[in-house]
């Protein structure tokens, strides 16, 4: 249980903050800390796992540093007596905390691929769903492929590999969409690849982890 609820918590933080421009600034700070909190704690139950998929493990570790030594820099509020005002306004460090968000998107999705199975394992049997999943297995599938369709168009309309290459971006079409709607292309966005991942391993590898 402990394991899926910070799971969720992370989900959920994530979402919240590659969703910023619909919240007020302080709140995107608060819930830039509580995530870092969220993943030490996530590395700390899942340490002795940490050598599974190591190279993946230590990307994710070193862009979630990454952006949160970036949102430090940057910060007008929680951290502002920290920075020097050189700094909040550098631009390098600006495009840094913007692309490596959207890399860790990609990342977490192929985190989430590899370990799909005992995931959803966990989840299901959390919230006593196994027997309805495997009558509506069909309904599922369905709404993954929806989900995975969300995070095609915010690939196309969030312009995610012009973020990740730190090219000046300030809105896209993504931006102009509703919060809901936003939030549901980035979860989408971590579906997708986090489908590709567990299709690839399963005729590859046959559904071992790496």
């Not at 608060?30 to 796992?49: D, S």
């Not at 309309?157 to 509703?178: C, E, G, S, Y």
């Amino acid at each position: 249980m402990r394991n899926v609820l910070i799971d969720a918590i992370l989900t959920a933080l994530f979402a919240a903050e590659l969703s910023f421009h619909f919240l007020p600034k302080v709140l995107h700070e608060i819930f830039g800390v509580a995530m870092a909190a969220a993943i030490i704690f996530h590395v700390a139950i899942n340490r002795r796992r940490f050598k599974f998929a190591l190279p993946l493990n230590v990307a994710l570790t070193i862009c979630a540093a990454v952006t949160l030594a970036t949102g430090v820099c940057m910060s007008n509020y929680l951290f502002v007596d920290a920075v020097s005002f050189e700094l909040r306004r550098n631009m390098t460090i600006h495009q840094l905390h913007v692309a490596t968000p959207y890399l860790m998107l990609i990342l977490i999705g192929v985190h989430v691929g590899l370990n799909w199975r005992e995931l959803w394992r966990r989840t299901l049997h959390l919230i006593g769903a196994e027997e309805f999943y495997r009558r509506r297995r069909l309904l599922f599938r369905a709404a993954a492929i929806i989900l995975a369709a969300f995070g095609v168009a915010e690939l196309i309309m969030n312009r995610v590999a012009d973020r990740i290459l730190m090219k000046h971006i300030f809105a896209t079409p993504a931006t102009d969409l509703p919060a809901a709607v936003f939030v549901l292309m980035i979860i989408g966005g971590v579906a997708l690849f986090a489908a590709i991942t567990f299709l690839l391993n399963e005729k590859i590898f046959g559904g071992r982890r790496n």
